[in-house]
């Protein structure tokens, strides 16, 4: 069996080995392969190893032998999944490798935009403080955390473990997901983030999509769940103002979930159902 690696430097710089996969068939690794060589690089591959290598249709329908896709990553946007299940090729990612290093470098962010620890230590190393006519020198103010209101969308993996670290940290979580087919869904999921996560689950956002196919019945299912749970779930297209209020720290590496509709959004939100 032939397995091809077409980026492998993103998976192992030189500190890992190669071994453990050679065991499994003859295998070639490139660090780095530039689009206009992977077709011809996968050639009579069966199993292709990638990390953000793009495997489109065209690709797929050029290389008969291929088996398996592995995405060396959580996300698996680059592979066209139509194309692979259209030709029985198997897919398939690694969605946990990075929960607790995403979730540390959130707050790695979040802290550097409170704390300014980067400027502060240029500024000690500089000779500023001890110039400084007082002992609490600080060039920029120190906000503290606790008590103030994070807003996490998607209630995956890396969401709920921020939501627990978040809560540690005496922060109140605004949780924004869209898990809504109906209301019943709402009913299940509520429950489990509250159990998992300890979060005060503000407001869910329904997309205008699934808005647009919520039948009657549903709608009367989410109003329920409204009532039941005490906090709002209401559609993208209703939301004006949610994240100008505060700062905005991207994990995902694909296209921003958060659209202007969205981000136009949280004062009239906050206002309305407090932070």
């Not at 946990?96 to 400027?119: D, G, P």
């Not at 296209?255 to 206002?271: G, Q």
Request: a negative charge; one cysteine or more.
């Amino acid at each position: 069996m032939k397995i091809l690696v077409l980026d492998g430097f993103a998976l192992n710089p030189g500190d890992l080995s190669w071994k453990g996969l050679g065991e499994l068939g003859t295998v070639v690794v490139y660090d780095r392969t530039e689009q206009a060589r992977i077709i011809s690089r996968i050639g009579d591959a069966e199993v292709v190893l990638v990390n953000k290598c793009p495997i489109s249709r065209e690709t797929i329908e050029a290389c008969p032998n291929l088996k398996l896709i592995c995405v060396s990553a959580t996300g698996y946007n680059t592979i066209d999944l139509e194309a692979a299940r259209e030709h029985g090729i198997l897919v398939c990612n690694v969605p946990t490798y990075a929960t607790e290093a995403v979730t540390q470098h959130v707050f790695a962010m979040l802290f550097a935009i409170t704390n300014r620890v980067y400027e502060h230590a240029q500024s000690v190393r500089a000779g500023d403080w001890q110039h400084a006519p007082d002992f609490s020198y600080r060039k920029t103010p120190l906000d503290e955390i606790a008590g103030q209101t994070m807003g996490i969308i998607g209630a995956g993996r890396i969401g709920m473990s921020v939501a627990r670290v978040a809560k540690a940290f005496g922060m109140k979580v605004l949780l924004v997901d869209d898990v809504m087919t109906a209301g019943t869904a709402v009913r299940e999921v509520i429950p489990k983030l509250k159990a998992e996560a300890n979060v005060e689950v503000v407001g869910l956002v329904l997309s205008v999509d699934r808005m647009e196919k919520t039948k009657d019945s549903d709608t009367s299912a989410v109003k329920a769940v409204e009532a039941e749970f005490g906090f709002p779930v209401f559609a993208i297209a209703n939301v004006k103002e949610i994240f100008e209020a505060g700062q905005h720290i991207e994990t995902a590496d694909g296209a921003p979930y958060v659209t202007p509709e969205i981000k136009a959004a949280a004062d009239s939100y906050l206002e309305r159902y407090g932070a």
